[in-house]
């Protein structure tokens, strides 16, 4: 029996080494053949060839900050808005949430949650983020009064849903402080 368990080990051995091993060089980048791949946005792009004599120039991706501009909050506060602007980043969008003639939102507001709802060309919500009223930060302005609340943030999404976003809405479940009750934590 001892002599039968070395050939089928050294057996085994050979018959998994394989011509195309797959090595990888970097954090996204590896080696298959004779060909160099990067893995960008969950997708895998040949970005040379070992065995070509010419130098191919590989491209990077350059993130651009978009602006998806203003978002009424009026069923909140008469006159509030917000304002997104983001950038795309690997498979992440970092974002800036900025709420607009709010001023008063700590005092006079319960806590609660701005949704912001990315939507495509068809008016579907394609993906969320969520902000808490307790992470917004308050911009204070000359007088020494806050004049915005800011949120910076981020979330995982896949580059095809980022493609996709038009637009954008947001939904609260922030309520105006009652007059008559008292609430010592607020």
Not at 148 to 166: H, L, P, Q, R
Request: glycine share 6%.
């Amino acid at each position: 029996m001892k002599n039968l368990i070395l050939p089928i080990v050294l057996g085994l051995l050979l018959a998994s080494c394989d011509r195309n091993q797959t090595t990888q060089i970097g954090e996204n980048t590896f080696v298959r053949g004779d060909k160099v791949y990067r893995v960008i946005d969950n997708e895998i792009n040949e970005i040379g060839e070992l065995s070509s004599k010419a130098v191919r120039k590989f491209e990077v991706l350059k993130p651009t900050e978009k602006n998806y501009g203003n978002h009424t909050l009026s069923y909140v506060k008469e006159g509030a808005s917000t304002q997104l602007d983001a950038l795309y980043r690997g498979n992440f969008l970092y974002y800036r949430l900025t709420l607009i003639n709010f001023t008063d939102l700590k005092s006079g507001y319960n806590p609660g949650v701005f949704t912001i709802e990315f939507m495509d060309d068809f008016g579907f919500i394609i993906h969320t983020a969520q902000v808490p009223t307790n992470e917004l930060i308050g911009m204070v302005g000359a007088n020494n009064e806050v004049q915005s609340y800011v949120f910076n943030g981020k979330t995982e999404m896949s580059s095809d849903i980022n493609k996709a976003i038009k637009e954008y809405s947001v939904s609260s479940t922030v309520k105006a402080k009652s007059k008559s009750s008292y609430n010592p934590w607020y």
